[in-house]
């Protein structure tokens, strides 16, 4: 069954003064070089384990995560799961067209767990391939090349880790780690389907650390797998009947891979202390490296677009972190409002876009950062003044709304508000009756500006049906402030 979502507005305070000097709320200028957040899915058991991201030839994001069975909290009962909702543990997808979200399961009543990995392609005719692990039992693969996803199959039954996907063609390629019997040698290895049947070789031996990645490719130089061990970044190609590794630099956790149009491999990855790396080799030459980050907490996602811009994310103990090299070295940008983060994926959308997928445990989401493109795949709010922070004797524009009292309702329903306007009179204390009438975790916070960085009113979202009454202290002052769900 599919869902479809509309996406939150990004709404903003505009400075006024409104009568007495008032406070209203007007849809707020999206910054050229701003990443736009949605909330991709919500729900209990959502966000908890990683996220893979990817596009398909117009540039749309498509997404696969994992959503687990709701855990009570102590003292509390379990949270139901969403009775139209996939019967968790679930593989899931969700991707976003023309600004609208459908989402489908791809596996119901699974054997995942939050240390399980999933992965994604879509190939060129827009076919959707999902790979994944499932607890201690194995690789396990779909697709939906027949309309819908189909019954799992069994790629490999084993001890396995660090899930990858790429396409030859339409061909799926699935790598991962196994863990043999005790005292034998743990290997990556190499799952291709003939459409049929699944055949699995072993492409290299390895000691992956915890929570080791592996990354495919398939491109002008064969197919490359990229992979970690013991404190190793290494990357293997075919040479004849034989898979023969070559050391790329030290670090080895939360490899990532992306082959730019000639085919050759670029990588991210981090060490144990935490520093962020990547490393290119140009027409089979020697590897080239360069320091990206620090303090990297996760895993590492990496994308290098058609004009040949690397784009490598990662998160540490603050957020999200994303780099790019568009300005010739690579320069970081910090998103402490983009919590959880684990191990963030990018993707190149075409036309300057850029996509940022994480997921979110504290809030049960999985969330899609949009940054650039000539024409944004979601619909964003209409320019509107830049906040200036400061009182205004009189303001550019007429108020979206104006102050009518201290009692304030608002409605988020389908992942949505009910209005785009909010408005108080300054140094009086407000209530805002809030109703959620989704099974998802919804809130309304308020912040200084569209950084989110500082908080003016935030309370923990809850799950629907269900209304609070919110208790907003004064404002003392008139300026330019921002509401939204986190």
């Given at each position: 069954?599919?869902r ?10 505009l400075?006024?003064?409104c009568?007495?000097g008032?406070?209203?709320?007007q849809e ?5 070089n701003?990443?736009?957040?949605q ?25 696969a ?10 003292g509390e ?24 979200w ?15 990995t ?15 692990t499932?607890?201690g039992?194995g690789?396990r ?21 660090g ?46 650390p ?5 990354a ?24 004849g ?18 082959l ?7 990588l991210?990855?981090?060490d144990?202390?935490g520093?962020v ?10 590897w ?7 303090a ?20 540490d ?13 690579f ?25 940022l997928?994480w997921g979110?445990?504290?809030?049960s ?5 949009t ?11 209409p320019?509107g003044?830049?906040p ?6 009189e ?5 979206a ?10 409605v ?10 909010l408005?108080?009179p300054?140094?009086?204390g407000?209530?805002?009756?809030f ?16 950084t ?13 049906p ?21």
């Open positions: 069954m599919s479809k979502l509309i996406p939150f507005a990004l709404l903003a305070l400075a006024t003064a009568g007495e008032g406070v209203a709320v707020g200028e999206v910054p050229a701003a990443f736009v957040v909330v991709a899915d919500a729900g209990p058991g959502i966000g908890h384990a990683g996220v893979s991201l990817t596009t398909d030839a117009e540039g749309n994001p498509h997404l995560y994992i959503a687990l069975e709701p855990e009570a909290e102590e009962p379990a949270a139901a799961p969403d009775p139209g909702g996939p019967t968790p543990p679930a593989v899931l997808h969700a991707h976003v067209v023309d600004g609208v459908t989402h489908s399961p791809v596996a119901e009543e699974t054997g995942v767990t939050a240390e399980d999933v992965a994604i392609a879509v190939g060129e005719d827009g076919t959707h391939h999902v790979a994944w499932e607890g039992a690789v693969y779909s697709s939906n090349a027949g309309g819908s996803f189909s019954e799992p199959a069994v790629v490999h039954d084993g001890t396995v880790s899930v990858s996907i790429a396409l030859e063609g339409e061909t799926p390629l699935v790598t991962f780690y196994e863990e043999p019997a005790q005292g034998e040698t743990q290997t990556v290895r190499l799952a291709t389907s003939d459409g049929s049947a699944w055949s699995v070789e072993t492409v290299a031996e390895a000691s992956p915890e929570g080791g990645t592996t495919v490719g398939s491109g002008a130089q064969g197919t490359l797998v990229a992979y970690g061990s013991e404190g190793r970044t290494l990357l293997t190609r075919r040479n009947e034989v898979w023969e590794s070559e050391g790329v630099d030290d670090g080895g956790i939360g490899v990532s891979m992306s730019d149009g000639d085919g050759n491999p670029h991210a990855y981090r144990a202390q520093a790396r990547h490393s290119h080799s140009i027409g089979g030459g020697d080239e490296t360069t320091d990206v980050g620090e990297a907490t996760g895993g590492t996602g990496i994308a290098v677009d058609g004009e040949g811009i690397h784009h490598v994310a990662w998160s103990d603050q957020g999200v972190v994303y780099a790019s090299n568009e300005q010739g070295s320069a970081a940008d910090r998103f402490p409002q983009f919590a959880g983060g684990g191990s963030p994926s990018v993707a190149s959308g075409g036309e300057g876009a850029v996509h997928a979110d445990p504290q809030m989401a999985v969330k899609l950062g940054r650039g493109g000539d024409e944004p795949f979601l619909a964003a709010p320019a003044p830049e200036t922070g400061e009182p205004t004797e303001p550019t524009t007429a108020p709304c104006q102050p009518e009292g201290t009692e304030l309702q608002i988020a329903e389908n992942i949505a508000f009910d209005k785009d306007c408005a108080a300054v140094g009086e407000v209530t805002i009756e109703e959620n009438l989704d099974t998802a975790l919804h809130n309304v916070a308020i912040y200084t500006d569209d989110l960085s500082e908080p003016i009113f935030r309370e923990d979202p809850f799950a629907g269900q209304t609070v009454t919110y208790d907003v202290p004064a404002v003392d002052e008139a300026g330019s402030y921002y509401f939204h769900c986190d």
